[in-house]
């Protein structure tokens, strides 16, 4: 019985920041395409505000967050979500390649840093998968739970 359990895809709710349309389809596309036990439910906001919104009225396992919107530049989007949301797991998805921008953002609460054009539909779903292990290990830790 638990062997099928564990072939069952689980259904992961992930919220999409991305301004670009053509970014937005180009992720979406990659991440269910192919074989996967993850069932992603995704949704797409344009903007950090749109996406907090969403957030207000309607839960998500895992955001994916781009770091150059209308309303939010390089790591004020982080800040923003992490105040507000400190428990959602966040995996940025940014053009920024500079390694000290990704050095900052994994020190201000993103879990996973890809950078757009050079992650495959694999790679996006191991991190989403890898982020939302990582913050529950991390709010264990904090609870002071033994692993």
Not at 73 to 78: C, F, N, P, Q, V
Not at 90 to 110: P, R, T
């Amino acid at each position: 019985m638990q062997l099928a359990k564990l072939a069952q895809p689980q259904d992961i709710s992930v919220l999409l920041i991305e301004d670009s349309q053509p970014d937005a389809t180009a992720i979406t596309k990659a991440m269910i395409y192919g074989e996967s036990l993850y069932n992603f439910k995704i949704t797409h906001k344009n903007s950090l505000s749109e996406g907090l919104g969403f957030l207000g009225s309607s839960p998500a396992d895992v955001i994916l967050l781009d770091l150059n919107l209308p309303d939010a530049k390089e790591l004020g989007a982080i800040d923003k979500v992490h105040k507000l949301y400190p428990d959602l797991p966040i995996v940025v998805v940014s053009g920024y390649s500079d390694m000290d921008i990704v050095h900052q953002a994994l020190h201000k609460g993103a879990q996973e840093f890809l950078i757009k054009g050079e992650c495959s539909g694999v790679a996006i779903r191991q991190s989403i998968y890898q982020a939302i292990v990582r913050k529950k290990i991390e709010q264990s830790y904090k609870r002071g739970d033994k692993l």
